[in-house]
């Protein structure tokens, strides 16, 4: 009898995607999972859905979730928290919803620090509306709305999120994290369940930044999209922690930050 060595995760419904081959939503799907299971919080969680491809994100887990107004979710997590502390709300939001429609939100809900999780799926590109030009599109970066590619005269230059939400006092931990290939899937894991670790640990808000491919939208096949990440999208978005404080340094080197000194 063969041995099973790879299951779904338990907080992960058992149902099917909708999204597209290749798509990196689905990993991080999971990955989110995982986390739930390692630490033990499925039943605290709530999944806060934004408008774009991980507008249905909250149907794949075992846990409370709901939709949040376009580029809101921020704000909706921030009114869980605040009201049923002992809940562990984050977000799944793309870049058109997080990083244009959403950026206030995001921007002020860092900048006050709220004990929230958020999960900033990064494909430089519009993927549910059709491809069109999004805060990250990469200057030259073709899109159906930018079909001669980005032209900063005329389109200004890609938004940095990690660089910008550093620079605010109110953040614990900000990193950024790539699914180019399974050692990176591996970082991604970690830095999604740190987050969660912050947030049970009141440390303050978390967000994650991670390059997802989008095969569809950038036109290549899905080996040549993960590619594109590694030899052209971390030049314009380096990889790596970009704020963690002390108390987010002591979690991750095991030691228990709300203990006496």
Not at 86 to 106: C, N, S, V, W
């Amino acid at each position: 009898m063969d041995k099973v060595i790879y299951t779904k995760p338990e907080a992960m419904e058992d149902r099917f995607t909708h999204y597209c081959p290749g798509c990196g939503h689905s990993t991080i799907t999971r990955l989110i999972a995982e986390a739930l299971d390692t630490l033990k919080i499925q039943e605290k969680a709530v999944c806060v859905s934004s408008i774009g491809c991980s507008v249905s994100s909250y149907y794949y887990f075992k846990c409370d979730g709901l939709e949040a107004a376009h580029g809101r979710a921020p704000a909706v997590a921030t009114a869980i928290k605040r009201c049923r502390p002992e809940l562990y709300p984050f977000t799944i939001q793309g870049d058109g919803d997080l990083a244009a429609i959403g950026t206030a939100e995001t921007v002020h809900a860092s900048a006050r620090g709220e004990n929230i999780v958020l999960f900033f799926v990064n494909n430089a590109i519009y993927g549910m509306t059709g491809g069109q030009m999004a805060p990250t599109t990469l200057v030259g970066m073709n899109s159906t709305s930018t079909p001669g590619g980005r032209k900063t005269d005329t389109a200004g230059y890609p938004i940095r999120v990690c660089e910008m939400l550093a620079t605010l006092d109110g953040p614990a931990y900000i990193t950024r994290v790539s699914l180019h290939n399974p050692a990176n899937v591996r970082k991604a894991k970690k830095a999604i369940e740190t987050a969660f670790r912050v947030q049970m640990a009141g440390l303050g808000l978390s967000l994650v930044e991670i390059l997802s491919p989008c095969p569809i939208s950038w036109k290549l096949e899905p080996t040549n999209a993960l590619k594109f990440i590694e030899e052209t999208m971390i030049k314009q978005y380096p990889l790596g922690d970009f704020k963690v404080i002390d108390g987010v340094k002591a979690l991750i080197e095991g030691v228990n930050p709300c203990s006496p000194k």
